[in-house]
């Protein structure tokens, strides 16, 4: 991590900590360069991503100040973390359900502009929080980007692999969000009624070079998952 | 609007229009700073806008992209523009179901962190494309910084008297999203039947000097109501 990053995850850590109230105001550019012994220019960017994160306003000629905390138990629907990275919970977990190599399905292959004959991890999972089933996730992965991937490393976090494993430079994502019905595979996997309420987000995740390589369905349930969007 | 503004909104009206495919390389900055006659400080704003937008990507050492753009009908949830605003659809009406001046209820007052005995405008619409109703919605302006609201404004579009009457500049918001199933009120509003599965969005408005004043609640069909988001 460089510099600001580091000092920005040390505010936001303190504000989230403290549970520092809304308002509240934070130290100027210059006192805050002064603690950190860094630059202004150096602040500046530190600034830049907490503003971005949702953590802090600036109001021009007053000052910083503190933004109000998420509430508990929400997912944050604009970080490219995955899923057991995200939540606040403690107890995530992920249960495999299957692992296979495939040829791309259509419309795995019309949302990532691929041919077809592409070859594609398919990984399905189910992830709950506390024994309590949260999300079911069907992922296919363009193996010209993610060239190996194993049951095991699907059994633990594929973003962290993904991430710090093979070096992936996630760039950007489009989330596509829609309401249904549970069919009766996801009712059982969900462990609700049939033709339950759920929540459907497909996400296509592109390299910092903009190319397309994991396509993602996720079905939520609907009394458990809550979902948090600053903009 | 500013120069980069009005550079950035051109840039994105040609992307849209000529629907530009996704990783079509744009001119260079120099380029562009030519093209538009303005310094490269100017596109380097322009630019920033479309990426945070996300029209666009940056590649270091290999240029500027054009990003997919969304699918048609789906409601944009990163930006703070009012409903009528966003869709790309013809024909969003909306109808007026109640307008009233009251006393904060609690669960506003607890999301706008103000005190119970200050005076809110509070607002029931329904809105609707091409007569299919879509989102039902219940808002609470604070008066100390909406002072004047009437029902024949509240039956245009309130997003634009704000922005453009009153001179409010909405600084940011946070969107609470969670699924459910209708009420009986919600059901006959929506035409759908009993217990359908909904969409609720709760959104907290502030000033750019960080003060809340708009909690609304958010009930979408979950059938007509489609969502997407950038991140």
Chains 1, 2 share one sequence.
């Not at 991590?1 to 303190?14: C, F, G, S, T, V």
């Not at 259509?106 to 949302?111: D, Q």
């Amino acid at each position: 991590m460089l510099k600001y990053e580091i000092i920005a995850h040390e505010i936001e850590h303190d504000i989230r900590i403290n549970n520092t109230p809304q308002g509240t105001k934070l130290p100027s550019i210059n006192q805050l360069a002064e603690k950190y012994d860094v630059s202004k220019n150096t602040i500046l960017k530190t600034l830049a991503v907490l503003e971005s994160n949702g953590n802090i306003y600036q109001v021009q000629g007053s000052g910083i100040f503190v933004r109000q905390q998420k509430r508990k138990g929400y997912i944050t629907l604009l970080q490219n973390k995955g899923f057991s990275d995200d939540l606040d919970y403690p107890g995530v977990t992920s249960q495999l359900i299957s692992f296979s190599k495939i040829k791309a399905p259509l419309e795995v292959a019309t949302n990532l502009q691929c041919d077809i004959t592409e070859d594609f991890y398919k990984v399905e999972r189910l992830h709950s929080i506390m024994d309590q089933a949260i999300c079911l996730e069907e992922s296919y992965y363009k193996t010209s980007v993610v060239p190996f991937l194993s049951q095991s490393i699907a059994e633990d976090s594929i973003f962290q692999y993904l991430t710090k494993g093979l070096n992936i430079n996630i760039g950007f994502s489009d989330k596509y969000i829609s309401i249904g019905k549970t069919t009766d595979e996801i009712s059982h996997y969900l462990e609700v009624p049939k033709h339950s309420p759920m929540l459907n987000m497909e996400e296509i995740y592109y390299t910092n070079n903009g190319e397309p390589f994991d396509f993602t369905k996720n079905h939520y349930h609907y009394e458990h998952a809550q979902f948090f969007l600053q903009s």
